[in-house]
């Protein structure tokens, strides 16, 4: 098995076994759509309404929005799945990709940028153009994930539209809003909202109900992602909302998650007062009863998002 093939056999296996425990043991299970063995490239549709759909599988959710003119994509999915959520989208519709919004710079949601044309706008939070230009791994997963794909293509298919507090593309019914209301699992987090359908897909700033990733490497914070959450939590014009890798939920869920996160700081507050390491307060954490539907949290993450708190509160 040759070039192309490895490439993507090697990532799904690295999926598989649980590549970071800083990125991918946070991820809901089933998320990355493995089916069918080792390297097979399984996109599943899901219809969330006539002209917008939710792909899962290859990395992150990616949400598909059909406009009279073309289509918009939010998120790629990791390097090697371009291809196949390209095939995937021709499945659905015959108008062409014509703008790929990313909600962050992670390589699960941005590595499928590089296969699509270069006439596409790319569209990111200015944060997040800048933290593409970096190419800095995940904080707690630096040794544990593939090649940064810009650098590995010399800068293709980067960003090449920002937006600083909001944006405004298009109107009426294919209008989208894009928010950005601070720092949380990264700096550049975006909320992609489309008002006219009520959903919003929120990246991996509310991946899911379990513990994030503060990716301090890429500015995110442990101390500010829960007014972040709920900032957003208060749109007025969202009922339902595509999450980073699990199922669609409600402002009322991303709500809660606002309070699991705020309610994990106090922790980390105290346990600094009162004077205790980063790994003792590691291993002190209780999970609340409160969120027992919750994943159960994987000992690294919690060490992970213990020392990034740690730092900020110095």
């Keep these: 098995m040759k070039g192309h093939n ?4 090697t990532l799904s296996l690295l999926l598989a076994c649980g590549i970071s425990t800083a990125i991918y043991t946070h991820q809901t299970a089933g998320a990355q759509g493995r089916a069918g063995g080792a390297g097979a490239q399984v996109i599943q549709v899901e219809k969330l309404k006539d002209n917008l759909f939710l792909l899962r599988g290859g990395g992150g959710n990616t949400a598909v929005f059909v406009g009279a003119d073309g289509v918009t994509v939010v998120d790629t999915k990791i390097p ?3 291809q196949p959520l390209i095939a995937k989208i021709k499945e659905i519709t015959p ?18 940028n590089v296969d699509f044309p270069t006439t596409v706008e ?6 997040t153009r800048a933290n593409m230009e970096k190419g800095l791994p995940p904080k707690g997963a630096e040794s544990r994930v593939p090649p940064d794909v810009f650098k590995a293509n010399g800068g293709k298919n980067m960003a090449n539209r920002t937006f600083k507090d909001k944006m405004t593309i298009g109107r009426g019914a294919e209008q ?8 949380g699992h990264t700096n550049g987090d975006a909320w992609v909202v489309f008002p006219s359908l009520r959903m919003m897909h929120a990246g991996d700033i509310f991946s899911g109900k379990l513990v994030p990733l503060l990716d301090s490497n890429n500015g995110g914070s442990g101390v500010e992602i829960a007014d972040t959450l709920a900032k957003a939590a208060k749109l007025k014009d969202v009922d339902s909302i595509i999450t980073g890798h699990s199922t669609v939920m409600t402002p009322a869920d991303l709500m809660e998650y606002s309070e699991f996160n705020r309610s994990f700081l106090e922790y980390v507050r105290a346990a600094k007062k009162a004077g205790k390491s980063v790994e003792d307060a590691a291993k002190a954490y209780s999970f609340p009863e409160k969120y027992a539907g919750y994943r159960a949290p994987q000992p690294d993450s919690v060490k992970n998002n213990i020392e990034v708190i740690y730092a900020e509160l110095k």
């Design 6 to 9: 490895r490439r993507v056999v």
């Design 176 to 183: 989208i809003d894009l928010h950005y209301f601070g720092r």
């Design 80 to 82: 090697g799945w371009g």
């Design 95 to 112: 108008k062409p990709v014509v703008r790929i919004i990313n909600t962050h710079t992670h390589y699960d949601h941005v590595g499928g």
């Design 122 to 127: 790319f569209v990111a939070q200015a944060n």
